[in-house]
């Protein structure tokens, strides 16, 4: 069976490469308050591309509650690459091909061959602290979670007030960056 996280538990920590190449971490997206985790099939996938399209047109509705939403592409950087530079979007990309972000969140899917191997659908929101406030994985790739659902979770996140900020590992807060 494989591992699920559920709501409340922590959520594993990461850093990958975005598509301009610049790295991007969990903790330093969570100083910028919650976070909404994205994981589509890939950029070849019909479903996976309608919901690039409908993330990039609620990405403003988003900021408007403070969240930072990313989407992870568990493929080969060529290819992704290659598809945005056809359709650019404004949505932060980041590149999974080695699957260690899909299999830590749960969500990565084997097939026989490895370039077959992929992530199922999935969205987290993540809040400030690092813990998941919402899950949702999909069965079939036509499966998402709708947008007005991922920001009915980050409104009741902002209705508890503020959050002390991204907690590591039983540490406390993570230290604030000097801008």
Not at 35 to 44: D, H, K, M, P
Not at 108 to 116: N, V
């Amino acid at each position: 069976m494989p591992f699920k996280l559920r709501v409340g538990s922590p959520a594993p920590d990461f850093e990958l490469l975005a598509l301009n190449r610049e790295p991007v971490g969990l903790w330093n997206c969570l100083l910028e308050g919650p976070l909404v985790l994205e994981f589509i099939r890939g950029t070849w996938c019909p479903s996976a591309r309608k919901r690039l399209v409908e993330l990039a047109e609620a990405r403003m509705r988003f900021r408007e509650r403070w969240a930072r939403l990313l989407v992870v592409v568990c493929e080969d950087p060529f290819t992704v690459e290659r598809y945005f530079a056809r359709h650019p979007s404004p949505l932060t990309v980041l590149l999974d091909p080695e699957r260690r972000v899909a299999k830590a969140y749960g969500v990565h899917q084997r097939f026989g061959l490895p370039r077959g191997n992929i992530a199922r659908p999935a969205s987290f929101v993540i809040d400030r602290a690092g813990f998941i406030r919402f899950s949702f994985i999909a069965r079939l790739q036509i499966e998402a979670a709708s947008v007005d659902t991922l920001l009915a979770e980050l409104k009741k996140i902002e209705a508890e007030g503020p959050s002390p900020g991204p907690l590591r590992k039983g540490r406390g807060p993570a230290p604030h960056s000097q801008s």
